[in-house]
């Protein structure tokens, strides 16, 4: 070759764009390996929030239900906690009570009042039963204040007849499960059937708005006459949760107090919020755990998925939903609410969905939790997953959904993008994968490969990214 032939060459190759070979790790699922079954994932919609969707104009409501709840184009949740009110009215975004009026004395006749709505919340569920949600969490935050010691259903105060809280006007232990109970039953009568029920929100706070203070004895002292008026009522298939305290060391104390009282056989699963402190560890319990209620209160509006690790990017809780499954073995991971709107609830980070007018805008927050949310379904099983070879950077988690197909979810928290092989599922017979990342909201993957030995490969976890793999075929590991 002459010379003027090879500089034409080097010009050529000049232009070419650099080609870096990516080192692939090979992660191999062992589904011999079990930890927890998974309930699902979810949102509230409590305090007036259900309004931000039913209000809005078609096609808008529809398309915002179907993003919320759909499994093959939205997040898929399968979880949605409704807040049960105490509030005898609705001013500011209280939530209604079902018994405005104090029937007198604990015994007396109650005049339970039922609107049809119950804050927007009733509509948001039969929506979601319409996309095959069958959990539904019923959550109190306080008694209705002529039960409590301070008189109103805000600022404290504890339930009458527990330990250490007595009342002139008597024991409202059994009236405050009646009440309860009740609340199930207008559910029940308009189709949708509650499968959990907390009595506490947050009972180791006092706010200015519905809250009621209560440790692990007290606790124990109402889930004792919960549980027998339940099953009095045929609702012994409903499931009582325990406590949601702030943080999960606070509920990790009430956890222990509860079993030392007696109480843990009577629960359903135990309950707990991440604003005190996060996940770091299991409860104290043979119960199933969720984690039901996170959120960035404190950041401004952000749509980003990562800038520098902050409160508020989709980034930083795919982390945390990861170290929930992990290190807390939660059965359910919950975010706060869907839903806000601008005018009336602010620019802030506390929803998943900012609704704006007319229109909505979606976080990367909301696709943090689609990643999980469309891909683990209920009932599937976690198990264990192992990585070999290329990047160090990387988080799996895996799982055998009820209908046998195999679920692989990594977070990359490396700066360079990182091939990936999935191996160990014998049989695997097609696949399917999604990134999430600045880029990409759950976008397709469509270079995914399967082999003859079911190995999965042609995926590529961008660099601080979000790779989720559904595999179909046999579930059994090599």
């Avoid at 124990?220 to 008026?229: E, G, M, Q, R, Y």
């Avoid at 990861?322 to 602010?346: C, E, H, I, P, R």
């Avoid at 891909?375 to 990047?391: D, E, F, K, M, N």
Wanted: aromatic residues 10%; proline residues 3%; glycine residues 10%.
């Amino acid at each position: 070759m002459h010379l003027p032939e090879l500089a034409t060459v080097a010009a050529a190759a000049a232009s070419l764009p650099l080609v870096v070979r990516q080192s692939t790790t090979t992660l191999t699922v062992n589904t011999n390996q079990m930890f927890q079954t998974i309930d699902g994932f979810g949102f509230s919609e409590a305090f007036q929030r259900a309004y931000n969707i039913y209000n809005l104009a078609e096609p808008k409501r529809s398309q915002l239900v179907d993003l919320l709840f759909n499994t093959t184009s939205g997040a898929g949740f399968s979880i949605l906690r409704n807040g049960i009110g105490s509030s005898p009215n609705s001013s500011n975004d209280w939530m209604n009570t079902i018994l405005p009026s104090s029937p007198g004395t604990p015994t007396g006749n109650a005049s339970y009042v039922w609107d049809g709505k119950d804050s927007g919340q009733l509509w948001v569920s039969q929506q979601a039963l319409k996309y095959g949600v069958k959990t539904f969490y019923a959550n109190a935050w306080s008694a209705p204040g002529f039960m409590k010691t301070n008189g109103k259903d805000s600022n404290g105060g504890s339930l009458c007849g527990v330990t250490g809280s007595t009342c002139t006007s008597g024991d409202w232990r059994q009236a405050y499960a009646n009440y309860l109970v009740k609340y199930i039953q207008f559910y029940q009568q308009a189709g949708v059937n509650v499968t959990h029920l907390g009595f506490l929100n947050e009972p180791d706070m006092s706010t200015s708005y519905a809250s009621m203070l209560s440790n692990g004895q007290q606790s124990a002292d109402f889930i004792k006459v919960l549980h027998p008026t339940l099953e009095k009522a045929g609702l012994s298939h409903v499931h009582i949760a325990c406590c949601d305290a702030t943080g999960w060391k606070v509920q990790t104390t009430m956890t222990t107090a509860l079993k030392t009282a007696g109480a843990e056989d009577l629960l359903g699963i135990v309950t707990s919020h991440t604003y005190t402190s996060g996940i770091s560890g299991t409860q104290p319990t043979t119960r199933k755990v969720w984690e039901t209620e996170c959120s960035d209160l404190s950041g401004a509006w952000s749509t980003a998925w990562y800038t520098n690790g902050a409160s508020g990017d989709g980034y930083t809780w795919a982390n945390s939903i990861y170290t929930g499954l992990t290190s807390g073995n939660v059965s359910a991971y919950l975010w706060w609410v869907a839903t806000q709107d601008k005018a009336t609830n602010g620019n802030k980070n506390e929803k998943l969905i900012l609704v704006d007018g007319g229109s909505y805008v979606v976080s990367k927050r909301f696709w943090a939790f689609a990643q999980y949310s469309r891909t683990i379904r209920p009932g599937a099983v976690r198990v264990g997953v192992s990585a070999a070879g290329g990047s160090t950077s990387l988080k799996a988690t895996a799982f055998v959904n009820a209908d046998g197909s195999v679920v692989v979810n990594v977070i990359n928290t490396g700066t360079a993008a990182a091939g990936l092989a999935v191996a160990g599922i014998k049989g695997a017979s097609a696949a399917k994968a999604w990134i999430t990342d600045g880029s990409n909201d759950m976008t397709a993957v469509s270079s995914v490969a399967v082999a003859a030995d079911g190995t999965v490969s042609g995926v590529s976890v961008p660099g601080r990214g979000m790779v989720s793999f559904v595999v179909s075929g046999a579930a059994v590991s090599a």
